[in-house]
């Protein structure tokens, strides 16, 4: 069971800098979430070519802008090595690893609540099938 909030996070109004608002922000991305758990999925570490193959939809100028998000955040990596052809990985920093933690719990809330979400997103390709 999660422990409850601290009082000021159970009442309005919300500061522009307090820890709801700035979580959100770092899920505003579309692809935030799926590039975080695909790196988790693959071992922590993916080149961009693996990456971008694992995520069907996600194009490649989406994928570099949300790389370099995620990086200027602290969750991920770049790594280059200085070979030729230069290889570029990313990888999970320790913050990145333990953002993981409850982008999982809401995926398993999402399998739990599939036939919900159906239902609030029609257009959607249904989640339960």
Known sequence: MTPPL???????PFDEDC??????????GKWTTMILH??????GTARP???QRSIPGLSKKMMTQTLRELETQGLIRRNVRQIMPPHVDYS???LGQTF????ELLYHWAIRNAEALDRLMPGDRPLSE
């Open 6 to 12: 601290p009082e000021h996070y159970r009442q309005a």
């Open 19 to 28: 820890a709801p608002r700035r979580i959100l922000r770092l899920f505003s």
């Open 38 to 43: 695909t790196l988790h999925l693959l071992g």
């Open 49 to 51: 070519g693996k990456l």
């Open 92 to 94: 999970l920093t320790e």
């Open 100 to 103: 993981v933690e409850p982008v």
